[in-house]
């Protein structure tokens, strides 16, 4: 953990848990090397995709709730409401939170999205 620490350079870090050898959790650390929250997730779904490069297109966090909140703090993304969705374009880059699944959409699709088991502030 040290190396890894050292790795970020003092930023913001994410470290990603096994559960039976496949991914499971994801831990958020700040610059100062604090446990800030930690999702488990029980289920996640990726669809078979070409690659996207989004390099230029900031994401937009939309949601409520804990996990909504964490997540806006820790990335610093702009949050919307969730009836305002329909504002975009198909190019932007949305991480829709809505109750225990996080969605992650791109050019209209989703690329991925995890079913939350459990989530803890520290």
């Keep these: 953990m040290q190396e890894l620490m050292e790795f970020t350079q003092n930023g913001p870090f994410i470290v990603v848990g096994e559960y039976h050898g496949n991914p499971g959790e994801l831990s958020f650390y700040d610059g100062s090397r ?5 999702l488990r997730f029980v289920g ?13 297109v ?11 909140k964490a997540f ?8 919307i409401e969730s ?7 198909s190019r932007s880059i949305l991480i829709v939170i ?3 699944d ?3 959409m791109g050019s209209g699709k989703c690329l991925f999205s995890l079913s939350i088991k459990g989530f803890k502030k520290y």
């Design 98 to 100: 809505e109750g225990k």
């Design 58 to 68: 900031k994401p937009i966090l939309i949601g409520q709730g804990e996990i909504a």
């Design 72 to 79: 806006e703090l820790f990335f610093q993304f702009k949050r």
């Design 102 to 104: 996080i969605y992650f």
């Design 34 to 38: 604090k446990l800030l929250f930690s």
């Design 44 to 56: 996640w779904y990726s669809q078979r995709i070409d690659s996207y490069l989004f390099s230029d």
């Design 83 to 89: 009836d305002k969705i329909d504002e975009f374009t």
